[in-house]
């Protein structure tokens, strides 16, 4: 094992199950960044509306997700994930999202451990939060104040630069 086991103080559980995740089995790049480490520590990503981090979110979600979740999460042979109804509650959680992107759900939902690194899931995440459609006050996995500014994700209004065009991300 490595030492990740360590620094997580969370205790991460299989969606379906309820079974302890293993984080070992993710790929050792992106396993100790900034973001990461704190994640593991406090579940809180630093991503999250971050706008210099957005544009790696989208472009993984693109590759990684659109496919079954639509384009803006609006659903297709996934659910939809761009509104205020989960049929697993604890993914209003950013904990519990993670658990369900590492380690998948049911049916075509698969774990995504052997395709996205913890870091790649975490910007995945601030994409998936940031394309949110419904009442920011259902938003309960945004902080007070991020709750506040949000606005409702218009596909049409979209102004996030592609991959080539943004800037550096940076976790503040
Ligand atoms: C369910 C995220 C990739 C098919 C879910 C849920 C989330 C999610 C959060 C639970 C939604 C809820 O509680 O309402 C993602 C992300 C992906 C991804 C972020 C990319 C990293 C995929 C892919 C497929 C897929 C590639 C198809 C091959 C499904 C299906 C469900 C589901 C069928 C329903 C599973 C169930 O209800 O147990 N996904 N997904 N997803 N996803 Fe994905
Ligand atoms: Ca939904």
Known sequence: GFALAAQATLNFTNTVTGQPLDLSDAPAEGRDTEAV???????????????TCLPKGKDLFLSMCSGCHGHYGEG???????DSYWTYPKNMTDQGLFETIFGGAQGQMGPMYGALNLDEMLLVMAWVRHFYKD????????TPA????????????????DLDKAPVCKAT
């Open 37 to 51: 480490k704190k994640f593991l520590a406090t579940g809180v990503n630093v991503y999250v509306e971050n706008p």
């Open 76 to 82: 297709k042979i996934g659910p939809g994930l761009n």
């Open 135 to 142: 009442d920011p006050n259902d938003a309960v996995w945004l």
């Open 146 to 161: 991020q709750r506040a500014a949000f606005k409702r994700f218009n596909e049409k209004e979209d102004q996030t630069p």
